[in-house]
């Protein structure tokens, strides 16, 4: 099964910035569609962005609109989740997934190809 592994979390201050990773482990990610998702303690799993194959097609979340930016590098194998201006309400465990689709329609009902990693936790507090 397709697997997937997040890096780059951390704590950081209100205001600060984080880049998240995302790297295959032992396939080509050129191929895949990409997600991020996030889920807070005691909330349900948040559609954040989505990235299509070629880097084209790009869709983010209402919350975080304007503050995150998808990216992906092919000849690095490696799909990346610039955040900044981050909040407290960004605290939460964030995974990223190989698509069906790059519809928008995945952030909210995501068909996913890879399995569900470990995540990377990302803390914002002061």
């Known amino acids: 099964q397709l697997q997937l592994v997040e890096s780059g979390g951390g704590l950081v201050q209100p205001g600060g910035s984080l880049r998240l990773s995302c790297a295959a482990s032992g396939f080509t990610l050129n191929y895949y569609h990409i997600g991020w998702f996030r889920q807070a303690p005691g909330k349900e799993r948040e559609g954040v962005s989505v990235?299509?194959?070629?880097?084209?097609?790009?869709s983010y979340a209402d919350s975080v609109k304007g503050r995150f930016t998808i990216s992906r590098d092919n000849a690095k194998n490696t799909v990346y989740l610039q955040m900044d201006n981050l909040k407290p309400d960004d605290t939460a465990i964030y995974y990223c997934?190989?698509?069906?689709?790059?519809?928008?329609?995945?952030?909210?009902?995501?068909?996913?190809?890879?399995?569900w990693g470990q995540g990377t936790q990302v803390t914002v507090s002061s």
């Open positions: 990235i299509s194959r070629s880097g084209g097609s790009i």
């Open positions: 997934v190989a698509l069906v689709t790059d519809s928008s329609y995945m952030l909210h009902d995501p068909g996913v190809l890879s399995s």
